[in-house]
T-cell receptor, first 116, second 114 residues
Framework: DSGVTQTPKHLITATGQRVTLRCSPRSGDLSVYWYQQSLDQGLQFLIQ???????AKGNILERFSAQQFPDLHSELNLSSLELGDSALYFCASSVGKGTGGPDTQYFGPGTRLTVL | AQSVAQPEDQVNVAEGNPLTVKCTYS??????LFWYVQYPNRGLQFLLK??????LVKGSYGFEAEFNKSQTSFHLKKPSALVSDSALYFCAVRDRTGGFKTIFGAGTRLFVKA
């Protein structure tokens, strides 16, 4: 058990809908990262937050947004969902900012999103 | 552009035999290098990382990895494979020169046969 929790485990929804994925980092970790894992794209970095502030952006669509709250949990919001958004969404956390440092990222179990 | 290559989609090895999962990278400077393992329906688990120093890094579950700067490789190894090692393995690279993104390889599926 990595200490990172994600809810829900599974989510099934329809195209055009909006969903929210939640992540709680390990105790003491200030950085939260979001990744999308799909068969055709592999593991893609979406966005990173550090202590409540956006730190880095990766391949995140404009339809997606995220935030990190004062208690350090994070939410990833996916809107106007398309079939291609079906994927496994992982959250990871680390102690530091992760900017060029050797921080180890600890991954949650993921949320499997299915868009029908 | 920075990239990570895992040239083998799948590696098959018999239990008790040594295993190698290959990783090469193209990143400027001297990056930090990581290996993660993913078991079915689970998140990624950290195995080991290379920061600096000795080119042979020892990690969890008896795994080790050899950093080769001239070949820009970071191959994962284990002297004696177990059936329970069967999983998906990811190599990852983070640019040391201020980059914030961790780039993952496509993954290599390891099958260990009893």
């Amino acid at each position: 058990d990595s200490g990172v929790t994600q809810t829900p485990k599974h989510l099934i929804t329809a195209t055009g809908q909006r969903v929210t994925l939640r992540c709680s980092p390990r105790s003491g970790d200030l950085s939260v990262y979001w990744y999308q894992q799909s068969l055709d794209q592999g593991l893609q970095f979406l966005i990173q937050y550090y202590n409540g502030e956006e730190r880095a952006k990766g391949n995140i669509l404009e339809r997606f947004s995220a935030q990190q709250f004062p208690d350090l949990h994070s939410e990833l919001n996916l809107s106007s969902l398309e079939l291609g958004d079906s994927a496994l969404y992982f959250c990871a956390s680390s102690v530091g900012k992760g900017t060029g440092g050797p921080d180890t990222q600890y991954f949650g179990p993921g949320t499997r999103l299915t868009v029908l | 552009a920075q990239s990570v290559a895992q040239p083998e989609d799948q590696v098959n090895v018999a239990e008790g035999n040594p295993l190698t999962v290959k990783c090469t990278y193209s990143v400027s400077g001297n990056p930090y290098l990581f290996w993660y393992v993913q078991y079915p329906n689970r998140g990624l688990q950290f195995l080991l990382k290379y920061i600096t120093g000795d080119n042979l890094v020892k990690g969890s579950y008896g795994f080790e990895a050899e950093f080769n700067k001239s070949q820009t490789s970071f191959h994962l190894k284990k002297p004696s494979a177990l059936v329970s090692d069967s999983a998906l393995y990811f190599c990852a690279v983070r640019d040391r020169t201020g980059g914030f993104k961790t780039i993952f390889g496509a993954g290599t599926r390891l099958f260990v046969k009893a």
